[in-house]
Structures are given as C-alpha cells and as structure tokens.
C-alpha cells in the first residue's frame, strides 16, 4: 500500500513541476512591444518604455531657425512609428512646403501619407529642447542623451524584461 501511495505522491509532484515549468515558460516567452531610445553610437539603452498598438509618439522641439514649436507626432502600429501629424506654428526652412497643410488651433498642421518608420534618429539639443511623450509622459532627450539617439520598436519577454 505504502508503494502505491509513494508512487502515486510522486506522480503528483512531478506533474505539479511539470505544470510550474510549462507556466514559467510560456510567462518567460510572453513579449511585450517597447519603444527604445538608446544611443546611436553605443548602443546603450537610455529609455525602454512598454507601448501598445495605437500608443501616441510625439516628439517635441523648437525649430532653431524659427523658434518656435514643432510637434512630429507619431502612432505605434505594429512593429513601426507610423507619423500621422505633424504640427508646428510657422514657416521655415525644413517644413512641409507641398503637403496639403490645414490650421487648426492657432498651428499648422499637415497630416503625411503612410510615413511609416522602424527607427528615428534624433540629435536632441538645448536650443530645440528636444522632448519625447510616450502616451501620458514626457522625457527630456537633451537631458537623456549627449549624442544622437536611435528610437524603435521591438519586442522583449517577460524574462528580459525581468533581467537587467
């Protein structure tokens, strides 16, 4: 009797350890999307932030000629930065001279066809006081970065998230 009962205790925890690793390793494979501000040099990581498909991206700066703000918004589709406005109160050299530009709010606004981007690459700088909102926040690049930094997309598991 007490062989069966041995036996049998251990088929129960081997089949409980088999379930624990299955869980565990379908958690540790899970991904997730994160957008990724890292320099453009090294490659070091100096932002990861999660993001999901419609997330807003928008990078903010003042155009230094003009002075004055320019917004290039962006939305998270898929494994891209896909730029559906771009917003800015003046003319000036680097503008959308041809696209079809409306005024909204007091701005300029153009809205681009199917500009769609793996990666941007952004030189922030204190005259442009460049600045990058990720959904609800907001992140100095000029204070993140003393270089170029390249921003994407890419997907990480919940055990590299997990890692440092």
Do not use: C, K
């Not at 062989?3 to 299955?22: E, I, M, N, Q, Y």
């Not at 932030?49 to 807003?56: I, Q």
């Not at 991206?57 to 000629?65: F, P």
């Not at 998270?76 to 041809?98: C, H, I, K, N």
């Amino acid at each position: 009797m007490s062989d069966r009962l041995g036996g049998r205790s251990l088929a129960f925890a081997l089949a409980t350890l088999l379930v624990l690793v299955a869980v565990g390793g379908a958690a540790a494979v899970q991904s997730e999307r994160v957008l990724v501000v890292e320099d453009a040099d090294t490659g070091e990581r100096l932002l990861t932030e999660p993001v999901e498909n419609g997330t807003t991206v928008t990078l903010a700066y003042d155009h230094s000629v003009e002075g004055s703000p320019v917004r290039d918004v962006y939305a998270v589709r898929g494994d891209r930065l896909v730029m559906t406005r771009m917003e800015f109160a003046s003319y000036g050299w680097g503008f959308p001279a041809q696209a079809n530009v409306t005024r909204e709010n007091g701005s300029f606004v153009s809205r681009p066809d199917d500009v769609r981007l793996s990666e941007l690459y952004v030189s922030p700088g204190d005259v442009a006081d460049h600045r990058l909102l990720v959904g609800d926040e907001t992140y100095d690049l000029v204070a993140l970065s003393d270089g170029t930094v390249r921003i994407h997309l890419e997907r990480r598991s919940t055990l590299q998230r997990l890692t440092p």
